[in-house]
């Protein structure tokens, strides 16, 4: 049952450049989408959100895009640093805040920064 | 800046042992959360807890696993019996209240049952 996939596993990208990382879904009762970063023996860390009443949100070097229509989002960084080599997840929420809010999650895609 | 904590890092069970693992949500966060994340895997909801009570379950929490906030604080999720498919990463996260979606997540318990 993959209702949120990223189906690039890796991507490797040069210091500078503009990082772009892919998710699509499945579930039409998703009202809100995250991405978290994960470095490697460390829980998920939160990076940005977005609802589906919206198709983009900004925060700093980090742009999230959401394609309603086509369940696709996804999340630009610019530029990129080696800093940003981790592991992203784009999760998924049909609830907003709450109990019931569990978080489906993506399989993660592992972003390495080259300086 | 406030975090969730998670004990222990790492803990290593017998195959039918019961394990707790522990968690320490952010104080005022209202609503807590456990997934799990097999090597190699997507990160998988198991439970959520609110007001003393669970609110929802995947079909992974099954009868061998229970939660409990036995005070105000501390937040745990017991394995009665563990199982060698039962190793994997485990997350604690809490939620400030009905205001948002991010939840906040502890640094994980690596859980590995021989």
């Known amino acids: 049952d993959q209702q949120v996939k990223q189906n690039s596993p890796s991507l490797s990208v040069q210091e500078g450049r503009i990082s772009i990382l892919n998710c699509d879904y499945t579930?039409?009762?998703?009202?809100?989408f995250l991405w978290y970063k994960k470095y490697p023996a460390e829980g998920p860390t939160f990076l940005i959100s977005?609802?589906?009443?919206?198709d983009k949100n900004e925060d700093g070097r980090f742009t999230v895009f959401l394609n309603k229509s086509a369940k696709h989002l996804s999340l630009h960084i610019v530029p990129s640093q080696p800093g940003d080599s981790a592991v992203y997840f784009c999760?998924?929420?049909?609830?907003?805040?709450?109990?019931?809010?569990?978080?489906?999650f993506g399989t993660g895609t592992l972003l390495a920064v080259q300086p | 800046e406030p975090e969730v904590t998670q004990t222990p890092s790492h803990q290593v069970t017998q195959m039918g042992q019961e394990v707790i693992l522990r968690c320490v949500p952010i104080?005022?966060?209202?609503?807590f959360y456990w997934y799990r994340q097999i090597l190699g895997q997507k990160v998988e909801f198991l439970v959520s807890?609110?007001?003393?009570?669970?609110?929802?379950k995947s079909e992974i929490f099954d009868d061998q696993f229970s939660v409990e906030r036995p005070d105000g604080s501390n937040f745990t999720l017991k394995i009665r019996s563990t199982k060698l498919e039962d190793s994997a990463m485990y997350f604690c996260?809490?939620?400030?209240?009905?205001?948002?979606?991010?939840?906040?997540f502890g640094p994980g318990t690596r859980l590995t049952v021989l």
């Open positions: 579930n039409s009762m998703f009202d809100y």
């Open positions: 807890f609110y007001n003393n009570e669970i609110s929802e």
């Open positions: 996260a809490s939620l400030p209240g009905l205001a948002g979606v991010e939840q906040f």
């Open positions: 999760a998924a929420s049909a609830e907003y805040g709450g109990a019931t809010n569990k978080l489906i």
């Open positions: 104080s005022n966060h209202l609503y």
């Open positions: 977005i609802s589906s009443i919206k």
